[in-house]
């Protein structure tokens, strides 16, 4: 067996333990709670709704998301998600594998790259160690199991300059045209990336041109720019569509607009110290960790030891070629950095881009500054040792993580979490809402319409698109809007404990939310309340009110009925029934309405009701309250009207329906109180055959 078999066979078999371990940290600490980290959930029901899109009305939506310019970070995400979700199913497994797919072909790449570029298959070992000993791919945000588009464009970036790398920097033109398509597929996935990409080549492209008297940098200089006019042709349609959403995300949300210095505050940045430091300390605290540097002593200290054991084999590289590798992996850290640097707005999530540069930095430094060179490949199988060693450490290290971050506080409060979010899907499955409409009075990435849209649909295979009526930005606002919003709402999300943070948001719900509450106890169901957090979660509801018997969006004089829970109205709670009223010229007289329940073995149950007519809208008040102590969880309450009209008997066509009213455009609980519950009153109209209690 060749030694490039037995390479091929160890890093199979490394992929697999991989796997295996993975998905059982998948399986017990991801599937089991709703999509955590605000990105994913958005990324998440974007692809299930494309997926169920697709599913219904044919594979060309996934052409009309690609060319829709409704996405501002990138087209090809949610295509993926959802292409992998339609035809591999499995709910988030499915999303993940993308992620998946990703490292082990990062982690392949690495290793062809380095142990071709130097020579030693040890290097290229070690560089797959350093990768699986980084700190991101455990990240909750941006990491393996957290399913958007970071992760992904850290491969995809690394990817291109392992490429890149392998086309001995632009020599080789097939290399190089794969290395175009590439960065085509890591820009379509995320926009930002043109900038990254288009730096490293003018700067590249510019490095050639000072060696054009050189004729190898001669022909770098032509394929890099085929390469790159590859990219700018396969991405332009693309980021033309999208522009105008591109440029409200990037332009407006992270330049010229506030958000930036808020997100600035987020994290603690008053001034240029703070600004400056911010990437370099993330990248070393939050995406390659301590496990990493010790990965890079460990190698660095083989090569040192063999220095010394073979001192001889050791020679100094010569020529342009190491100044066109430096160029190449340095460039696409300092470019990427620099980027970043200009958006005021800063993230511990983007910094891990540059990931994989500096593992190539950290395994072919040495090579540049002379201390190993690729003849010596064949006499040096103590760094093939050493690369063994750093991915065993990196093994080690992934079985810690995944030890480490299972904590029996945490599942606790996810599942309750779970439970949160269950009980609102499912609440609205059951009253058959398609598109629930919620309001939350926090900014939260575990409350909000996209985890619920997103975990339902993991858990029941249907979905159901929730909207909120209130937006969760991070800006002020006013009162009357927020209150306004709650009138639109079918759910409302109530969170306990002190509105406070950076985000203005807070300081404008913190006076509104006395308010927002009792507006919610007067005029909706106090239906749940969960805790996780360290918060309460006080979940209120619109009744469940549907009407039924409408004909052609006209309530009959005969066969009307409205369907109710008593159970779940407090007993000075009623059901208030509004719509455009009837042109008096067809029904001069108010009509009069009579209500009545059917239970199976009871006699029929008269129901107070009330019809009124109300500045051009008509008023039905129905009072339930003899209704609460049916065991029935639903009751028909039928409705029946003195007063019709025929159109027929008044001219205006064929048609013999006895119409009454249109159908109701609003359902709600009022608190009012109706006409029977006042004192002295009395009941207008009594069914045959039925005693009525006493009204006082």
């Known amino acids: 067996m060749t030694n490039d078999r037995r390479f091929t ?31 994913q959930a958005v990324y998440l029901s974007e692809s299930y709704t494309l997926s169920e899109s697709a599913q219904t009305h044919g594979l060309m939506q996934f052409a009309f998301s690609l060319f829709g310019g409704l996405h501002p970070q990138g087209v090809l995400f949610p295509v993926e998600g959802a292409a992998l979700n339609l035809f591999a199913g499995g709910g988030r497994l499915s999303q993940v594998t993308l992620n998946f797919f990703a490292l082990f072909s990062a982690e392949w790449i690495l290793y062809s790259c380095v142990a071709r570029t130097t020579g030693f298959r040890g290097l290229g070992l070690a560089a797959v160690g350093l990768f699986m000993l980084q700190h991101t791919i455990w990240n909750q945000a941006g990491g393996l199991f957290d399913f958007r588009i970071d992760f992904l464009a850290v491969c995809l970036y690394g990817a291109w300059v392992c490429v890149a790398l392998r086309s001995d920097v632009f020599f080789d033109r097939r290399w190089s045209m794969i290395a175009g398509l590439i960065s085509t597929i890591l820009v379509l996935n995320r926009f930002v990336s043109v900038t990254y990409i288009s730096g490293v080549m003018i700067f590249l492209i510019i490095v050639f041109a000072m060696q054009s008297k050189d004729p190898k940098c001669s022909i770098r200089l032509k394929n890099a720019a085929i390469s790159f006019g590859v990219m700018i042709c396969g991405v332009t349609p693309f980021i033309a569509t999208s522009w105008p959403a591109i440029n409200k995300y990037y332009v407006v949300g992270h330049l010229t607009g506030n958000e930036k210095t808020i997100r600035a505050a987020e994290f603690g940045l008053v001034n240029w110290k703070d600004h400056l430091t911010y990437y370099p300390l993330s990248i ?16 660095w200290g083989t090569i040192l030891f063999s220095c010394i054991r073979q001192p001889t084999v050791f020679v100094r590289p010569t020529g342009r070629d190491i100044i066109s590798e430096m160029a190449l992996v340095v460039g696409s850290v300092l470019i990427p950095l620099a980027v970043l640097y200009i958006d005021i707005s800063k993230s511990p999530v983007v910094g891990s881009i540059v990931d994989i540069p500096l593992i190539l930095i950290a395994v072919l ?128 999300v109530l969170t306990g404990g002190v509105k406070a943070g950076v985000y203005p948001f807070f300081a404008s719900m913190a006076p509104a939310e006395p308010e927002v509450r009792k507006w919610a106890n007067d005029h909706l169901i106090f239906r749940a309340r969960f805790h996780f957090d360290s918060q309460s979660i006080d979940i209120y509801a619109k009744p469940h009110i549907a009407v039924g018997g409408i004909s052609g969006d006209w309530l009959l004089a005969r066969g009307t009925y409205v369907s109710l829970r008593p ?70 309450v039928t409705l029946e009207f003195d007063r019709y009209f025929v159109p027929k008997e008044v001219g205006m066509n064929s048609d013999t329906r006895e119409l009454v009213v249109r159908s109701p455009t609003e359902r709600r609980v009022g608190s009012i109180t109706p006409p029977h519950r006042r004192r002295g009153s009395t009941f207008q109209r009594r069914l045959p055959g039925i005693s009525y209690p006493k009204v006082y």
């Open 9 to 39: 066979i160890g890093l199979l078999a490394l992929f697999a333990i991989q796997i295996l371990y993975f998905y059982s940290y998948f399986a017990y600490e991801i599937r089991p709670f709703p999509p955590d980290a605000w990105d």
């Open 365 to 492: 430094l040495p090579r540049w500054i002379g201390l190993i060179d690729r003849s010596a490949a064949r006499r040096t199988w103590w760094l093939t040792a050493g690369g063994a060693v750093v991915v065993v450490l990196g093994l080690i290290t992934q079985l810690n993580f995944n030890a480490d971050t299972r904590s029996a506080s945490r599942r606790e409060s996810y599942k309750q979490w779970a439970r949160t979010a269950t009980w609102i899907f499912d609440d609205a499955l059951s009253t058959g809402l398609k598109t629930p409409h919620i309001f939350f009075d926090t900014i939260s990435s575990h409350l909000n319409e996209f985890v619920i849209t997103s975990f339902g649909y993991e858990q029941t295979g249907i979905l159901l698109g929730f909207h909120t009526t209130f937006p969760q930005s991070l800006f002020n606002f006013e009162k009357s809007e927020a209150l306004a919003a709650l009138d639109q709402s079918d759910y409302v």
């Open 284 to 299: 070393a605290r939050d995406h390659l960790g301590v496990p990493f540097s010790v990965g890079c002593l460990l190698i």
């Open 567 to 636: 159970r779940e109205l407090t007993p000075n709670q009623v059901v208030v029934l509004r719509g455009p009223e009837t042109d008096t010229k067809l029904i001069p007289v108010q009509p009069s309405v009579l209500a009545s329940a059917e239970v199976p073995g009871r006699r029929p149950i008269s129901i107070p009701a009330f019809f009124k007519r109300l500045n051009g809208q008509y008023e039905i008040v129905i009072d339930p309250a003899a209704l609460r102590d049916l065991p029935d969880d639903i009751v028909d």
